[in-house]
């Protein structure tokens, strides 16, 4: 069975930092491209950055560029996303989803930038 279970969420103020981690079980995460959506309460869930399986290219989505890193660690089965100087416009709910099982998602973790 798939799963997939983020946290590192929390309210931070805004220009601080998280670290979310999401660790999936049940498939072949080595050999997935994984990515990080979000649903905050003014958009539709929306990509936010992308890894390919062996972790040496990355994507980020505009909005996040220069502030935000993905990163993997296949030997723990573990996606990592580094945001660093977060507006309340990065409020949200975030979300990790695998290439090879796209229809499987896990809770999420909430993100709140707030003063």
Do not use: H
């Not at 069975?1 to 590192?8: D, H, I, K, M, N």
């Not at 505009?62 to 990592?80: P, V």
């Amino acid at each position: 069975q798939v799963q997939l279970a983020e946290s590192g969420g929390g309210l931070v103020q805004p220009a601080g930092s998280l670290r979310l981690s999401c660790v999936v079980s049940g498939f072949d995460f080595s050999g997935s491209a994984m990515r990080w959506f979000r649903q905050t309460p003014t958009k539709l869930r929306e990509l936010v950055a992308s890894i390919n399986a062996g972790g040496d290219y990355t994507y980020v989505e505009d909005f996040a560029r220069g502030r935000f890193t993905i990163s993997r660690d296949n030997g723990k089965g573990t996606l990592y996303l580094q945001m660093n100087d977060l507006l309340p416009e990065d409020t949200g709910v975030y979300f990790c989803n695998a290439a090879s099982r796209s229809s499987v998602w896990g809770q999420g973790t909430q993100v709140t930038v707030s003063s």
